[in-house]
C-alpha cells in the first residue's frame, strides 16, 4: 500500500497537472460491463447504474484496504463528508455528474474523485472512463463516438497508465473496439491487462475459454475471465459479496472453465494482478518521476529569476530596477562578444547568441580573395603596361622606368581595397547592433514599451562609435592609397635592383625586362598592402569599434536615463508576465510539496540526493566548458 499511498498523495499536491503519474484506466465499449467489473472489485455497491450511458464523467477511484472490524466509508473530494451510507454515495455521484453534464446523456472530461476505505477492496488506483458510445442519445452531440474516443486517447496514450481493457465475450474480440485502440498505444502489449466479460451469457455451446488463454489475440499481461452480475441481479440488488460467490461456482461447475489451469478467472484472480502490474508500474517510474520533479523545480526556480520580482511602485525603486537591467543588458553583451562563460548562458537570454565569433569570422573573411599569391597584375595587358612605361618617361633619356609608372598602374588597385574595408566596418556594427537589440529585446521581456527606447539609446552609442571608427578606418585606406612605401624585408631584397638581370638562357631586351620586373614589383607590393590591411583594420575596428562599444555603453545609457525621466512611466509589467509569474510559483509550491512526499521514503530521498548532485555537476561542467567558436 505504500507506494499506491505515495502516488496518492503526490495527486493530492496536485503533481498530475504537471508530470504523469502511474494509474490505471479501464477501457472499453459503453455497456461492456466496465462499472460491474470495478463494483466487484470494491466489493460494493456504489456506481450509477441501468440502462444506456451510466459513466458520464471520469471516476477516479482511489481504493484503501482497511481493517475487516472497519466500517466501509468513502470521501469524495469535493465534498467535506464522510459516507458511510453507499446508496448516498452513488446519488451523490449522478448528482456530482449531473452539475457538469447536464440530465441529457452529455459526457464530460472533468473527473469525480472518489476515496474508499473497506476491508473487501485492494490497495489500487483506478479511473473509470465513460464507455466508447458509438450512437448519440439524448442531447449528445452527433459526434459522440470522436469525442470519447478522443477522451479514452488521452489518457491511455500516457506510458505510464495501464490499461484495463474491457472486452464482452459475446462479440468477437479480433473486432474489440477496446482491444484495437490499446494496440494502438500500446504496440508491445506491455502495460494492457484484458478483462473477459459477460461469459455466462454467451451462445449455448460456445465458450471463452481461447481468447483468456490468449489464443486468438495476445496480450503481454494477459486476459482474466470475469461474471458480473446481470441486469436482473442489479434490478433486485443483488449483493456484491454474493455475487462473487455466485462467480465461483459459475467457474468450478462449468465443463470447460473448472478444467483450465489457475490464474485466468475470477475477479479474485483479477484483483491480484492489478496489485501487482500496479505495483510494479509504480516501482518502475517512481525513480524516473522523482528526476522529472527535480528537473521541472531547477526549470520554475531558473524561470523565475529570469522575470524578476515583481515592479516596484516607487520611482526610487524603479529607477534602482531599470539600472539593474541595464547593467545586466551590458554584462551579457560584453560576455557574449568575448565569449566568456555567463551563469546564463543556457537560459532564454543568452542560449542562442552567437557572441564574438561572428566578428572574428568577419575579420576572418576581408580581403580574402586578394590574399596568398594573388597577381593583381593579371588584369594588366602587355600592351598597357608598355603604354604606361612610354607616357611616364617623359623626355628623358630611354632606358630608366620612372616610379611614376609603378604608381599609376598600382593606385588603381589600391583603391579597390576601400569598399571592402568598409563594408567589413558596416557588417560589423550591424552584427553589435543585432546582438544588442537581440539582448535587450530579452532582457527587458517584461517590460515592451520600454524595448524599443533602449535599442534606440543603444543603435545611437553604437552608430557614434561607427562612425569615430569610419574616419580612422578611411585615413589608413588613404595612407595606404597615398603614401607608397614598404619595410618589408623580402621586398627590399629582392625588388630594390636598378636593372635586373634577366633570369632566362634566352636573352630579353632592356624593355621586356624592365616590364615583367614592374609587374612583379607591383604584385609583391600589393601583397604587402593587403597582408598591412588585413592585420591593421580588425585591430582597429576591434579596438575603436567592438572594444570601445563594450567600455561606453554602460556609461551613455545611464546618461540617457538620466536625462529621460519618462521612462520610468514605461516600467510597467504587461498583464500576462504577473499571470506567468503566479503560475510559476504555484506549480513550484505544487513540485516542492511533491519533492518532500517523494523524498519522505528512504529509497527516494537516497536517489534525490544522487540526482541533485548529478544536476549540480552537469551545471558545474557547464561553466568550465569552453565556449564554442
Known amino acids: 500500500r505504500a507506494l499506491v499511498t505515495l502516488v496518492d498523495h503526490l495527486r493530492d499536491a496536485g503533481l498530475q497537472k504537471y508530470i504523469r503519474l502511474p494509474r490505471i484506466v479501464t477501457l472499453g465499449v459503453q455497456s461492456s460491463g466496465k462499472s460491474s467489473v470495478l463494483e466487484s472489485i470494491v466489493g460494493l455497491n456504489f456506481l450509477p447504474r441501468g440502462e444506456g450511458v451510466c459513466t458520464r464523467r471520469p471516476l477516479e477511484l482511489r481504493l484503501v484496504h482497511s481493517p475487516s472490524e472497519t466500517k466501509p466509508w468513502a470521501e469524495f473530494e469535493e465534498i467535506n463528508k464522510r459516507f458511510e451510507d453507499f446508496e448516498e454515495v452513488r446519488s451523490t455521484i449522478e448528482r456530482l455528474t449531473e452539475e457538469v453534464t447536464g440530465k441529457n446523456k452529455n459526457i464530460i472530461d472533468q473527473p469525480i474523485i472518489l476515496t474508499i476505505y473497506s476491508a473487501t477492496c485492494p490497495d489500487l488506483t483506478l ?328 535599442s534606440e539609446i543603444a543603435s545611437q552609442v553604437l552608430f557614434s562609435e561607427k562612425e569615430n571608427c569610419r574616419q580612422i578606418v578611411e585615413s589608413i585606406i588613404e595612407a595606404e592609397e597615398s603614401y607608397i612605401f614598404t619595410n618589408d624585408y623580402d621586398y627590399l631584397a629582392q625588388r630594390t635592383e636598378i636593372v635586373p638581370k634577366a633570369t632566362e638562357k634566352k636573352p630579353k631586351n632592356s624593355r621586356e625586362i624592365f616590364l615583367e620586373e614592374i609587374k612583379s614589383r607591383i604584385d609583391s607590393y600589393f601583397r604587402i598592402v593587403v597582408r598591412n590591411v588585413r592585420d591593421t583594420i580588425p585591430r582597429t575596428i576591434g579596438y575603436f569599434l567592438v572594444r570601445s562599444s563594450m567600455d561606453k555603453m554602460q556609461l551613455e545609457m545611464y546618461k540617457k536615463i538620466n536625462l529621460n525621466e519618462n521612462l520610468l512611466t514605461h516600467l510597467s509589467e504587461p498583464s500576462h508576465i504577473t499571470k506567468e509569474r503566479e503560475m510559476l510559483k504555484k506549480q513550484l509550491e505544487t513540485l516542492r510539496k511533491a519533492e518532500k512526499i517523494l523524498k519522505h521514503d528512504p529509497q527516494m530521498a537516497s536517489e534525490a540526493e544522487s540526482y541533485e548532485k548529478e544536476i549540480k555537476k552537469q551545471e558545474e561542467e557547464l561553466k568550465q566548458k569552453p565556449t564554442e567558436s
Open 127 to 454: 479511473i473509470d472512463l465513460p464507455g466508447i458510445t458509438r450512437i448519440p442519445v439524448g442531447d449528445q452531440p452527433q459526434n459522440i463516438e470522436k469525442i470519447t474516443k478522443e477522451m479514452a486517447y488521452r489518457y491511455i496514450s500516457d506510458p505510464r497508465t495501464v490499461i484495463l481493457c474491457v472486452c464482452p465475450a459475446n462479440t468477437d474480440i479480433s473486432t474489440s473496439e477496446g482491444l484495437l485502440m490499446a494496440r494502438k498505444v500500446d504496440k508491445a502489449g506491455i502495460r494492457t491487462l484484458g478483462v473477459v466479460t459477460k461469459i455466462d451469457i454467451m451462445d449455448r455451446g460456445t465458450d471463452a475459454r481461447k481468447v483468456i488463454m490468449g489464443q486468438e489475440v495476445s496480450l503481454r499481461l494477459g486476459y482474466v475471465g470475469v461474471k458480473n452480475r446481470s441486469q436482473q441481479d442489479i434490478v433486485t440488488n443483488v449483493d456484491v459479496k454474493k455475487a462473487l460467490e455466485e462467480e465461483k461456482q459459475f467457474f468450478s461447475n462449468h465443463p470447460v472453465y473448472s478444467t483450465m489451469p489457475p490464474g485466468y478467472l475470477g475477479t479474485e484472480i483479477l484483483t491480484q494482478k492489478l496489485t501487482k502490474v500496479l505495483f510494479n508500474h509504480i516501482k518502475h517510474f517512481l525513480p524516473e518521476i522523482l528526476k522529472e520533479t527535480l528537473n521541472r523545480i531547477k526549470d520554475c526556480d531558473d524561470r523565475l529569476k529570469q522575470l524578476g520580482p515583481s515592479t516596484p511602485q516607487d520611482p526610487k525603486f524603479k529607477f534602482q530596477l531599470l539600472w539593474n537591467l541595464v547593467t545586466d543588458f551590458c554584462e551579457i553583451y560584453k560576455n557574449s562578444i568575448k565569449g566568456k562563460f555567463d551563469r546564463r548562458k543556457s537560459s532564454r537570454v543568452t542560449k542562442d547568441l552567437a557572441g564574438g565569433a561572428v566578428i572574428k569570422n568577419h575579420f576572418k573573411n576581408l580581403l580574402h580573395e586578394f590574399s596568398g599569391n594573388f597577381e593583381v597584375t593579371e588584369e594588366f595587358s602587355k600592351e598597357q603596361i608598355q603604354e604606361a612605361m612610354s607616357r611616364h618617361e617623359g623626355d628623358s633619356i630611354p632606358g630608366f622606368p620612372s616610379v611614376d609608372v609603378f604608381i599609376f598602374l598600382l593606385h588603381p588597385q589600391l583603391e579597390k581595397l576601400k569598399d571592402p574595408v568598409l563594408d567589413c566596418l558596416a557588417d560589423v556594427h550591424s552584427y553589435l547592433e543585432q546582438l544588442s537589440h537581440k539582448i535587450i529585446e530579452r532582457i527587458f521581456y517584461r517590460f515592451p514599451s520600454l524595448v524599443g527606447e533602449m
